[in-house]
């Protein structure tokens, strides 16, 4: 499936398929939903999905009657970190994703720049880490 949302290219054909989750319904069921998470080669996040008629994969089939379909949802890094979390085992999260640590943590915000955030991103993607990780060593480091 090919789709341009956004002015992004989003394509099955090239982008790389991550892990994919169903919901252990028939596909006759209209409650039926099977999603698979990419990346593409930009480093953006989606997912294909296909689903029944009482999902949100759901198309108007007219006069106030639905039927299943699918759809590309482009997401970011977080929400497909976060679709992770809800789909996947913990080893299929970490080969993804990178390794989660059990210490405790508290939440902190900051604003950088583009081009920062963009360097993060990547750096993050090559060491197979998340961007918290990546930017909480950095920070370990330079406070040493």
Not at 122 to 142: F, N
Request: with cysteine; net charge negative.
């Amino acid at each position: 499936m090919k789709k341009i949302i956004n002015g992004a290219k989003y394509d099955t054909a090239t982008a790389k398929k991550l892990d994919e989750w169903w919901n252990g319904i028939s596909r006759q069921d209209f409650s039926y939903c099977e999603e698979e998470l990419y990346r593409t080669k930009a480093g953006k996040y989606f997912i294909c999905g296909t689903g029944g008629a009482m999902t949100k994969y759901a198309v108007s089939s007219g006069n106030n009657s639905w039927s299943g379909g699918e759809k590309i949802l482009p997401m970011s890094r977080e929400a497909a970190m976060e679709w992770a979390e809800q789909h996947l085992e913990a080893d299929e999260y970490e080969a993804i994703f990178g390794e989660v640590t059990e210490d405790s943590t508290e939440q902190l915000n900051i604003t950088v720049s583009t081009a920062l955030k963009a360097k993060l991103w990547e750096r993050a993607e090559q060491q197979k880490v998340t961007v918290s990780a990546l930017a909480l060593q950095a920070l370990e480091e330079y406070l040493k």
